[in-house]
């Protein structure tokens, strides 16, 4: 008789052994999904034409080349970003995950990687290029930047890997998504369709993937006139600097000119009109991207 209780006491426990791990593995993975800080990741909330939290530069009755689109990845709608034309010229679709003053959003960690899902269709030599910046109040202090020119009809998984330059916590993040062309020759029809975007993973300090260039810091950013780019040089090399609106038009050749060791640039801005840019570093051994906003 007490073999049966000892056994149903033994049932028992295990029951409520199993219900505890069940209870903390949803627990655990309710703060693993909980940890996403995007706004309206996946494009299911959207108010007047465009997608809750998020810039798009459409202009209801007249161009709207971000729309909600199906199928999605996952969910019940997906963003998907289109050429169009506008008063005789291309309307280039670009989405930020930002408002309108272009703060960003809240973050409280060092993320290690930036992951969304995308379709791509080019009708000529366009590009979709996707972008995040960290900002510490007004600085940036990391960034992460891909340019993908493959097409693909089905969705794709696209992960960035960010780049700190700054020891420094981040407390804001903007994200963009935006078709680029290097020649500024938009083809009608164009898009892209963004699915699932996610902020993941923790990270210390990182250095430039450009094996040859150390940047230590941008600041002011966003600039107001002038900002000033740090980095050091880890060979003598000839390095030049141009930079880029989110189209990918250059705008500005900064400066090209040997350079070697620890070095200090100060760009003025003062003439460049508001909005996102790039500021782009080029050597022999390769090129850095760095996001910058412009507000004056």
């Known amino acids: 008789m007490l073999f049966i209780f000892d056994l149903i006491n033994l049932i028992i426990m295990k029951i409520k052994l199993l219900t505890y791990f069940f209870i903390t593995f949803l627990a ?14 996946g494009f299911e909330n ?8 998020w810039f798009t530069g459409n202009i209801p009755g007249f161009g709207e080349p971000v729309t909600q689109t199906t199928p999605p990845r996952s969910g019940a709608l997906a963003a998907k970003g289109e050429v169009l034309s506008f008063d005789g010229q291309p309307l280039v679709p670009i989405l930020i995950a930002t408002d309108l003053t272009g703060t960003g959003f809240n973050v409280t960690q060092r993320y290690g990687n930036l992951s969304f899902y995308y379709k791509f ?69 164009s898009y892209f369709v963004i699915d699932d975007v996610e902020l993941s993973g923790t990270v210390g300090i990182n250095q430039s993937k450009n094996p040859t260039i150390q940047l230590k810091n941008i600041s ?5 006139n ?9 060979k003598a090399e000839t390095v030049g600097i141009e930079l880029f609106d989110v189209t990918g038009k250059r705008l500005l050749n900064i400066v090209s000119e040997e350079m070697a060791g620890e ?34």
């Open 121 to 189: 269709l080019p009708n000529s030599t366009e590009s979709l290029v996707a972008s995040a910046v960290f900002y510490n109040n007004a600085t940036a202090v990391g960034a992460a930047t891909l340019e993908i020119t493959t097409t693909t009809s089905t969705f794709t998984k696209a992960d960035l890997e960010f780049i700190y330059f700054m020891n420094t916590v981040p407390n804001k993040c903007i994200i963009t998504f935006a078709i680029n062309d290097s020649s500024s020759v938009f083809t009608l029809g």
């Open 46 to 53: 959207w108010t007047n034409g465009s997608p809750d939290n």
């Open 226 to 234: 002038l900002t000033t780019i740090n980095f050091s040089l880890l």
């Open 28 to 41: 655990f993975t309710s703060s693993v999904y909980a940890q996403n800080p995007v706004p309206n990741p």
């Open 220 to 224: 002011p950013n966003p600039v107001n």
């Open 263 to 296: 070095n200090r640039k100060e760009i003025d801005l003062s003439f460049i009109p508001n909005g996102f840019y790039y500021l782009k570093m080029i050597t022999d051994s390769g090129s850095l991207a760095i996001p910058v906003a412009v507000q004056h």
